[in-house]
């Protein structure tokens, strides 16, 4: 709306000083010739607007003119601007509004205040992305974001981890980001339970709509399922013979840790998520480490590791 861009175009020149036609441009995604009608009706409408012509010029505010925010202390505008733009938010469509809003609060503040929300973005910035975590494929979330604000049933059907294709029709009751990794929080058949979005292929809201229990909360529900769901992930135990280099790097992964024997290697008990994972991070070990038990684990590595030696013989 024009309105909205008038405005935002209003904070930028209060929030940054003078800026060009292009850089305004470029900012609200409008042409310069939009900005240049912009400005003129907000001339119009009495707000004092400069135009200084040249390479070197561009547009900027008389001084002191600004709208002050109080009330918020110096701690709370910090904890303001500690917020970056998750790569969620902008999933969901609302990076800009948020920067925006971000946008309004910084033109609001008293100059002796706006200084804290540069201190604060230089010296603290939030990732809420795991490292080598690629961004997952979503292209079914603003169809269920749609059916979530308007109450509607979906139409869903996902893919299970052998490959099976699943479908059913569930009343959404919310969307989690965890780690920005999306999940949808549904109800099927009186039972809520949570799916990754990245595995839902075909998703279409429905006509019908559905009523949404009053009692239910998202954040209590979903910190008991996260629980839950830990609690019952496959466990693989795996009693490991290590050597003195490679226990420093296992001090937080060993559940129980032996005396040292007479050689100064030291038998733990490490977890894995099942057996192929035990046996692949063990062979990146190398010869640092000796399986103890299970007897199934340690032939199948000392299988893998004589396959090995029989291509490089070659």
């Known amino acids: ?37 912009d400005i003129n009706a907000l001339c119009s409408a009495g707000v004092p ?16 003119y600004c709208t002050n925010l109080t009330g918020l202390k110096p701690e709370e505008i910090r904890a303001l601007f500690m917020l970056s733009i ?8 609302f990076g800009q509004e948020l920067r925006a809003a971000l946008l309004k609060l910084s033109a609001a503040l008293p100059d002796n205040r706006r200084k804290d929300q540069s201190l604060t973005q230089q010296r603290l910035y ?19 974001q749609n059916a979530l604000w308007s109450d509607h049933l979906l139409y869903i059907q996902s893919e299970t981890y052998f490959g099976a294709i699943l479908d059913w029709v569930v ?57 839950e769901f830990e609690s019952t992930r496959p466990r693989y135990t795996v009693k490991l013979r290590v050597s003195p280099a490679l226990l420093p790097r296992l001090k937080y992964a060993a559940k129980e840790t032996q005396t040292p024997d007479a050689e100064g290697w030291t038998t ?29 684990l340690r032939m199948s590595v000392a299988d893998f590791a004589g396959q090995i030696i029989r291509r490089y013989e070659r």
């Open 171 to 227: 009343a959404p009751y919310g969307l989690v980001a965890k780690a920005s990794v999306w999940y949808l929080v549904y109800a099927r058949e009186d039972t809520v339970r949570a799916i990754r979005v990245s595995r839902i292929i075909q998703a279409e809201m429905l006509p019908t709509t559905f009523v949404r229990p009053m009692d239910f909360d998202l954040e209590t529900f979903w910190k008991a399922w996260v629980v």
């Open 1 to 37: 709306m024009r309105a909205d861009r008038l405005i935002s175009l209003l904070l930028l020149l209060q929030t940054r000083g003078k800026m060009t036609a292009f850089e305004l441009a470029k900012e609200l995604e409008v042409t310069e010739r939009t900005v240049y009608r």
């Open 126 to 144: 939030l990732d809420s992305s795991w490292w080598f975590q690629e961004e997952e494929n979503v292209p079914f979330l603003s169809v269920i």
């Open 86 to 93: 998750p790569t969620p938010i902008d999933q969901l469509g």
């Open 268 to 296: 733990v008990n490490l977890v894995f998520e099942s057996f192929e994972a035990a046996r692949n991070q063990i062979l990146a070990y190398g010869g640092a480490c000796e399986v103890v038990e299970p007897m199934a």
């Open 49 to 64: 607007i400069f135009a200084i012509p040249g390479p070197a010029g561009g547009y900027g505010l008389i001084e002191n």
